[in-house]
């Protein structure tokens, strides 16, 4: 069972990465899914987390709605994170993460630890 988080990078403030989480071994639209990010000195976050398994249901963290967008492609076992706008205060380590489908996207975000974790990405934002 893994979770693969890839994409991350350098981007200038105003850019836009897109993430990717790929899952093997257990199929992805059982689970509520989910992004999380550290910044360095910092809590963990959840960032934004969708629904199983069409992903109808979406929750964002106040300081990226608007410039991020959640979605997922069961048919491709994979769950993405588009991120526009970026901001200096972005620059953080994601991680994808998959809960129980019983979840609600803001419980699986915010209350309930998920299941399973994938390691992170590196997004910097920098000018």
């Known amino acids: 069972v893994q979770l693969q988080a890839y994409g991350g990078g350098l981007v200038q403030p105003g850019g836009s990465l897109r993430l990717s989480c790929a899952a093997s071994?257990?199929?992805?639209?059982?689970?509520?899914l989910g992004w999380f990010r550290q910044a360095p000195g910092k809590e963990r976050e959840g960032v934004s987390c969708?629904?199983?398994?069409?992903?109808?249901?979406?929750y964002y963290a106040d300081s990226v709605k608007g410039r991020f967008a959640v979605s997922r492609d069961n048919t491709k076992n994979t769950a993405y994170l588009q991120m526009t706008s970026l901001k200096l205060e972005d620059t953080a380590v994601y991680y994808c993460?998959?809960?129980?489908?019983?979840?609600?996207?803001?419980?699986?975000?915010?209350?309930?630890?998920?299941?399973?974790w994938g390691q992170g990405t590196l997004v910097t934002v920098s000018s």
């Open positions: 993460a998959a809960a129980s489908s019983r979840l609600s996207p803001y419980s699986a975000c915010n209350i309930n630890m998920p299941d399973y």
């Open positions: 071994g257990f199929t992805l639209d059982d689970y509520t």
């Open positions: 969708i629904s199983s398994p069409s992903g109808a249901r979406t």
